[in-house]
């Protein structure tokens, strides 16, 4: 059974940093590209950030480009999001998804990630 | 980095068809068969339920169906039924790198 099991969320005051976690299982995980998608309280779906299967290429949506940083350990089955200078408008519902081609095959389901003094 | 335009909403009664749009340029869908479709139900993760345009996973059932004509791509869904209430969005490969995406805003589906 696939599973995409993310962590690390939480509240966390503005300008702070947080790192976001995915556990990847039950597919070959170095087989795919994977990427953060986030989702704001009642909104729809953003893509934040991707990693190539390799980490050769790396991609970032404007919005969080130079606050954000994406990552994986392929022996960890692992993805991570290192989140800096946290803004009110990141509070989202932080969602790690597989993609083997141009589309996202699996996602996980999310962990909340809420900025605010 | 702008996003897909779709419908806020669109809605049907059981049994008939729907359809949604989703339009966006040359740099996206109108440039690449890497439109894609989510099913997401309230408080659940999105669901693939359309990849390359027009070919659906494994267990969707056949009620779906994609296409695209030039910027804009379709959904649509026929033979309603309730279990269909959802938002859905598209999404796209973008021209800005490899590994890029863009979604579009939602559509609320209500079944009437």
């Known amino acids: 059974e696939v599973q995409l099991v993310e962590s690390g969320g939480g509240l966390v005051q503005p300008g702070r940093s947080l790192r976001l976690s995915c556990a990847a299982s039950?597919?070959?995980?170095?087989?795919?590209?994977m990427h953060w998608v986030r989702q704001a309280p009642g909104k729809g779906l953003e893509w934040v950030s991707g990693?190539?299967?390799?980490?050769?290429?790396?991609g970032y949506a404007d919005s969080v480009k130079g606050r954000f940083t994406i990552s994986r350990d392929n022996a960890k089955n692992s993805l991570y999001l290192q989140m800096n200078s946290l803004r009110a408008e990141d509070t989202a519902l932080y969602y790690c998804?597989?993609?083997?081609?141009?589309?996202?095959?699996?996602w996980g389901q999310g962990t909340l990630v809420t900025v605010s003094s | 980095q702008s996003a897909l335009t779709q419908p806020a909403s669109v809605s049907g009664s059981p049994g008939q068809s729907i359809t949604i749009s989703c339009t966006g340029t040359s740099s996206d869908v109108g440039g690449y068969n890497y439109v894609s479709w989510y099913q997401q139900h309230p408080g659940k993760a999105p669901k693939l339920m359309i990849y390359?345009?027009?070919n659906r996973p494994s267990g969707v059932p056949d009620r779906f169906s994609g296409s695209k004509s030039g910027n804009t791509a379709s959904l649509t869904i026929s033979g309603l039924q309730a279990e269909d209430e959802a938002d859905y969005y598209c999404s796209s490969y973008t021209s800005s790198s490899t590994l890029e995406r863009v979604f579009g805003g939602g559509t609320k589906l209500t079944v009437l």
């Open positions: 990693i190539s299967w390799n980490s050769g290429s790396i």
């Open positions: 390359e345009v027009s």
């Open positions: 998804a597989a993609a083997v081609a141009g589309y996202f095959d699996y």
């Open positions: 039950g597919f070959t995980f170095d087989d795919y590209a």
